[in-house]
Every structure is written in structure tokens, then in C-alpha cells.
């Protein structure tokens, strides 16, 4: 999840992607990243099943189009990932307005 687009593109993305913002975009794409849509705290992020943090490797030594391969062109929403527990909604709305505060 990018939470701060603008911090994003213009100090981290230049010390690892010679690309603009569309292009790096572009690229989850078509390494096989889905965009999780729908309401929840994640709507936006990108999501791979081979990609997980804590679990590198899942992806490791995969070419573009295994990655691709690994992962449907669409996700119906009620088959999307949900990394939040539903009892878990007040810390997880209370951690969203820390990152805004941060971000402001």
C-alpha cells in the first residue's frame, strides 16, 4: 500500500526505479499484481500471493512470467485477500488515522 504517492514517487522510488509513477504501476501489472478493490483498509494496494513480507521465498529466483502465471488477470472481490481480521477493525482504523496524521 502507497499511502503517500507524492513522498513515494519523488524520494523513494528514484534510489530504485528509473521510471515514473504510471510505469512502476504498469509494472505490478504485468508481474501478475492484482489491485484489491472494494471498501476495506486495503483498497488499493496490490497484492501477490508469491509476494507476502515475512516470506521471500515464495518469489524467489521467479521469472516476470511466472510470476505472472502464478496469479489471475481478475479477482472477484469476495475472493480477495483479507489481511485484517474483522474483530481487529478499531486498531486497524486507529493505526489508518496514525499514517494520516503522519502523512499530513
Same mark, same amino acid.
Request: glycine share 4%; net charge neutral.
Given at each position: 500500500?502507497?499511502?503517500?504517492?507524492?513522498?513515494?514517487?519523488?524520494?523513494?522510488?528514484?534510489?530504485?526505479?528509473?521510471?515514473?509513477?504510471?510505469?512502476?504501476?504498469?509494472? *505490478?501489472?504485468?508481474?501478475?499484481?492484482?489491485?484489491?478493490?472494494?471498501?476495506?483498509?486495503?483498497?488499493?494496494?496490490?497484492?501477490?500471493? *508469491?509476494?507476502?513480507?515475512? /516470506?521471500?521465498?515464495?518469489?524467489?529466483?521467479?521469472?516476470?512470467?511466472?510470476?505472472?502465471?502464478?496469479?489471475? /488477470?481478475?479477482?472477484?472481490?469476495?475472493? /480477495?485477500?483479507?489481511?485484517?481480521?474483522?474483530?481487529?477493525?478499531?486498531?486497524?482504523?486507529?493505526?489508518?488515522?496514525?499514517?494520516? *496524521?503522519?502523512?499530513?
Amino acid at each position: 500500500m502507497i499511502h503517500d504517492r507524492p513522498h513515494f514517487s519523488n524520494s523513494i522510488m528514484p534510489h530504485y526505479f528509473k521510471s515514473k509513477f504510471t510505469s512502476f504501476r504498469q509494472s *505490478l501489472r504485468n508481474h501478475g499484481f492484482a489491485q484489491i478493490g472494494g471498501n476495506s483498509w486495503d483498497e488499493g494496494a496490490y497484492y501477490h500471493k *508469491l509476494f507476502l513480507r515475512d /516470506e521471500p521465498l515464495l518469489c524467489q529466483g521467479l521469472t516476470q512470467e511466472q510470476m505472472k502465471k502464478a496469479m489471475p /488477470e481478475w479477482i472477484p472481490v469476495e475472493d /480477495e485477500p483479507r489481511f485484517y481480521p474483522k474483530d481487529n477493525h478499531e486498531s486497524v482504523v486507529a493505526a489508518a488515522a496514525m499514517v494520516s *496524521l503522519k502523512s499530513s
